[in-house]
């Protein structure tokens, strides 16, 4: 098994340029999420989704959108970006309840 | 919605002492409390977690406790070793799915 999987792994933008972050799971997992990662400011979500053709709002949705068409994957797109989202992009995934939340290996995204 | 709070944001020990990380969460509803260890470069891993109806956990080096009544939780590392140097986070739970993070603790441990 893969486990969590992103691509891509590093990507470098001049602002106002769209993108897109794919994640992919092979646990058959429920939920999904995508988190940012700033120094000194820990995991931060953006979006989430508790299923198939579900997403939902997280702490810091502004400036992305998210689809889930597939239960495997989850996509976190940038319409316009900024220098503002320059982070680490973290997609984990669960199967519900108290589980653990696995991650993927992260997207380093640079915006100048 | 809910706030966790993590102290230190650095800490710094000898190899053999032991290292204690301490969080605060805001929701009395949170019921569901994992640490996650990242090393440098890698992804968040889940190391220890633990549950409302429960006071304490250990798993051979590290024990979590959680005081409800307080809101708050602490991480416990004994005879700390070069390879537990990382970032920790704690996180808190009041729905079964979605998790508040804290903002980490980097723990050096110096041989």
């Known amino acids: 098994n893969a486990g969590v999987t992103q691509t891509p792994k590093f990507r470098v933008l001049k602002t106002g340029q769209s993108m897109t972050l794919l994640c992919a799971q092979d646990?058959?997992?429920?939920?999904m999420y995508w988190y940012r990662q700033d120094p000194g400011m820990g995991l931060r979500l953006i979006h989430y989704?508790?299923?198939?053709?579900?997403?939902a709002k997280g702490e810091v949705p502004d400036g992305y959108n998210v689809s889930r068409l597939k239960k495997q994957n989850f996509l976190l797109g940038l319409e316009s970006a900024a220098p503002s989202q320059t982070s680490v992009y973290f997609c984990?995934?669960?199967?519900?309840?108290?589980?653990?939340?696995?991650f993927g290996p992260g997207t380093r995204l640079t915006v100048l | 919605g809910e706030n966790v709070e993590q102290h230190p944001s650095t800490l710094s020990v000898q190899e053999g002492d032991s290292a204690v990380i301490k969080c605060t969460y805001s929701?009395?509803?949170?019921?569901?409390f994992p640490w996650y260890k990242q090393e440098l470069g890698k992804r968040p891993q889940l190391i220890i977690d633990?549950?409302?109806?429960?006071g304490e956990k250990k798993d051979q080096r590290i024990a979590v406790t959680l005081n409800k009544t307080a809101k708050h939780f602490s991480l416990h590392i004994t005879e700390t070793q070069p390879e537990d140097s990382a970032v920790y986070f704690c996180?808190?739970?009041?729905?079964?799915?979605?998790?508040?993070f804290g903002k980490g603790t980097l723990l050096t441990v110096n041989p």
């Open positions: 984990a995934s669960t199967a519900g309840g108290y589980n653990e939340q696995f």
């Open positions: 646990m058959n997992h429920e939920y």
């Open positions: 989704s508790v299923g198939e053709g579900t997403t």
């Open positions: 929701d009395s509803a949170s019921n569901y």
């Open positions: 633990i549950r409302s109806n429960v």
């Open positions: 996180a808190a739970s009041s729905s079964n799915y979605k998790l508040t």
